[in-house]
């Protein structure tokens, strides 16, 4: 178990394509990071960077307080799960997680011992003979598992390891990773382009876009607090409602249409308003309101999922399925859960008015006045 | 711990040469709940099947049944009429300590080949898989060889090993080593090996550059971490993952050395002092053509069918067993 620091980190391919862009973490001892981002983002570039299978152009990466960039995979107390599994496929499953024990010299007898364990703590006893061709894809990823734990190293290294799995393995599974990485308290480094992956595994988010961190962060500070209209758009299902609006004095002008909201910060006439389609409700009868026509509706179960427009603006409302939803709706807004971000750079303009309420709504503010 | 008795798909007990070809040119996971497809006529695949069946009737049972009959037969040299004579034919060769120092040199001769050219090419494959820069330009150079025939490989190599202009024996005379190529057995037999080698090479190189390119890279990645001596992971990941390119070119190998080095053999020994060393097939050859004793040829050529028909069995009943089909 040990710290990793990764200390402005790049990666420049020949050519000159630069994948990873001068990259910082700080990552506790026993902390569980994810990595997240769309695909081509530079994550599991950075994850393979550590892990030795690329080399790092720029920066360091210490484990544990060791300067590993120069140090061989197989020397730096790392052990990864990949995305297919990689298993050796002339192995049986005990060969599989003995490879790297018997490598290093281990004692017969110790391999047995933390084979067994693992293999107990994983369910994947009765398999210990058979080769993984023989086995399905959850057991597979068992065993990816089991032979990154029986090396008890410093640090886990995830490359997307639940992607090859079907929707409700992969939940299941997501749920056995965190337990067993509470338990065992190793280090963890997580690539995934599942942003509820990320969420539910995180202990910190690092949200990666084109080779940068967007912004690192707790789940839920990421969710409510995205730092910039990428993280608010990648983070959250349905992605947040972003919609250009200008500003004139308190009001936020949809279009024709107009947002009353008391009270605003400083803020540039024209810029990006963000809200959670989880934060529109239904206008009561005889509020003033924000007029959407209903386009079309996902049903969800415990949700619905309203899609509509706004004076020609897109916007999503999740709203309960109890509600009988017309042609046109009103819809009204917390102020406290408006999120402005600068148009031209996407970046967040200030913080919540109330970040101290958290998800609970300020009495000092005035229910915003639909016009 | 529990065995997983039915549910691996391991290869069967005694596997085929159908099977064989099958697995090795497949995808993994080609599903054996394959398509039946049904006739109108029940004549009709045996149609679609005649062609081929024409053919390996022509050329292969045919001449094998021809080489059986005449193989008891004392054949007149002028064509004239034939003669049974029983077994005869076959304590002569037997007995001859001629044929017997052929047979030694010959399983020499093949063993030496299959293991060079394979050592060799699985070397160059592994080198030029690790090549990242100008790769294409390096792999084209290592299969050149393959384009240049048999015979013309032994002319070349015969150069290569001319007692005047060969660079190779004056190599050799660096070390003291004097060469006599056509002259001395032993020297003959070395440059009939190294020329035979040298032939076979590039296409040992193209299906194990191919076989490790099949090697999934996670999988490579995964040793790579678990296993630290480069040596070591080849021996116990890669070697182990490109079996089924190696079973499949030791057969290929073997036939090759076997039969397919007769262009080289001829070239090198051609007209030369009954001193050369030459193999099994070439003696076949020799008897038959060149002596018209096509009844001892036969009676060779049947022994030399028996041989290679116990050493494919042995082949795949032995060391296929060993091998991963991935």
């Known amino acids: 178990m040990a710290a990793i620091d990764i200390l402005e980190v790049s990666k420049i391919y020949a050519g000159g394509v630069e994948a990873v862009k001068s990259v910082s973490i700080d990552i506790a001892d026993g902390e569980f990071i994810v990595l997240v981002g769309p695909s081509g983002c530079g994550k599991s570039t950075l994850l393979r960077m550590v892990a030795g299978l690329e080399e790092i152009s720029k920066g360091t990466v210490t484990i544990g307080g060791r300067r590993i960039n120069d140090v061989e995979p197989a020397d730096r107390d790392i052990a990864m799960v990949f995305q297919n599994y990689a298993l050796y496929p002339h192995m049986t499953v005990y060969d599989n997680l003995a490879y790297g024990l018997k490598n290093r010299g281990t004692p017969k007898a110790e391999i047995d011992a933390r084979v067994a364990e693992a293999a107990r703590m994983l369910e994947i006893e009765p398999y210990l003979t058979r080769k993984p061709r023989a086995l399905s894809g959850g057991q597979r990823q068992r065993v990816a598992m089991g032979r990154a734990i029986v090396r008890k190293p410093a640090a886990f290294l995830f490359d997307e390891p639940l992607s090859n799995l079907d929707a409700k393995l992969r939940v299941s599974m997501r749920g056995e990773i965190k337990q067993l990485q509470k338990r065992l308290g190793t280090t963890s480094l997580y690539v995934t382009h599942d942003q509820l992956e990320a969420m539910t595994l995180a202990d910190r988010l690092v949200v990666l876009n084109g080779g940068r961190i967007e912004q690192i962060g707790r789940p839920l500070e990421v969710y409510h607090t995205p730092a910039s209209t990428f993280v608010a758009s990648f983070i959250g299902s349905p992605a947040m409602n972003l919609v250009q609006v200008t500003r004139e004095g308190t009001r936020l002008h949809f279009g024709g249409q107009v947002l009353e909201t008391g009270r605003l910060p400083p803020l540039p006439a024209e810029l990006t308003l963000g809200i959670r389609a989880e934060d529109l409700r239904l206008a009561q009868p005889g509020d003033p309101s924000l007029r959407l026509k209903v386009e079309y509706i996902e049903e969800l179960g415990a949700q619905r999922l309203v899609h509509g427009t706004v004076d020609g603006k897109t916007l999503t409302a999740a709203l309960s399925p109890e509600i009988d939803i017309a042609d046109t709706i009103a819809l009204t807004v917390a102020p406290s859960r408006l999120h402005f971000f600068d148009t031209s750079t996407g970046k967040r303009i200030t913080q919540p008015l109330d970040p101290a309420a958290g998800r609970r709504e300020s009495a000092t503010l005035p229910e915003p006045v639909l016009v | ?326």
């Not at chain 2, 997983?4 to 070809?21: E, K, Q």
């Not at chain 2, 005449?70 to 304590?91: C, H, I, K, M, R």
């Not at chain 2, 792999?139 to 090993?161: E, N, Q």
């Open chain 2, 1 to 326: 711990m529990t065995h997983a008795p039915s549910l691996s798909p391991t290869s069967p007990a005694v596997p085929t040469a159908g099977g064989f070809f099958r697995r090795f040119r497949s995808a993994p996971a080609e599903p054996h709940f394959a398509k039946r497809v049904q006739f109108n006529s029940p004549l009709l695949p045996y149609l679609f099947l005649a062609p081929q069946m024409a053919i390996i009737f022509v050329f292969f049972y045919w001449p094998s049944v021809q080489a059986i009959q005449s193989s008891f037969y004392l054949e007149d040299p002028f064509g004239f009429g034939s003669t049974f004579v029983g077994l005869a034919n076959y304590t002569d060769v037997l007995k001859s300590g001629e044929y017997r120092g052929i047979a030694r040199f010959t399983a020499v001769f093949t063993a030496a080949v299959t293991f060079f050219s394979l050592a060799i090419g699985l070397l160059l494959a592994v080198k030029a898989d690790g090549v990242i820069r100008g790769n294409g330009t390096y792999k084209t150079l290592l299969i050149w060889v393959y384009a240049i025939a048999p015979p013309v490989a032994g002319l070349m190599g015969m150069m290569f090993f001319d007692q005047h202009i060969g660079p190779l024996v004056k190599f050799a005379a660096v070390f003291g080593w004097d060469m006599k190529v056509g002259l001395n057995y032993n020297d003959t037999a070395i440059a009939m090996i190294v020329v035979s080698v040298w032939k076979q090479i590039p296409y040992n190189f193209i299906f194990f550059l191919s076989g490790l390119q099949g090697i999934p890279v996670s999988v490579r990645e995964a040793a790579l971490m678990d296993c630290r001596a480069g040596f070591r992971r080849f021996w116990t990941v890669t070697l182990p993952l490109l079996a089924p390119t190696a079973f499949f070119l030791l057969i290929i190998n073997t036939t090759y050395a076997l039969f397919d080095t007769f262009g080289i053999i001829d070239v090198m020994v051609k007209d030369k002092a009954a001193n050369n060393p030459i193999s099994l097939v070439y003696k076949v050859y020799m008897d038959g053509f060149r002596g018209n004793d096509l009844g001892g040829s036969s009676a060779q050529s049947v022994i030399l069918m028996l041989v290679v028909f116990v050493l494919t069995i042995f082949q795949f009943r032995f060391i296929e067993r060993r091998v991963h089909y991935n």
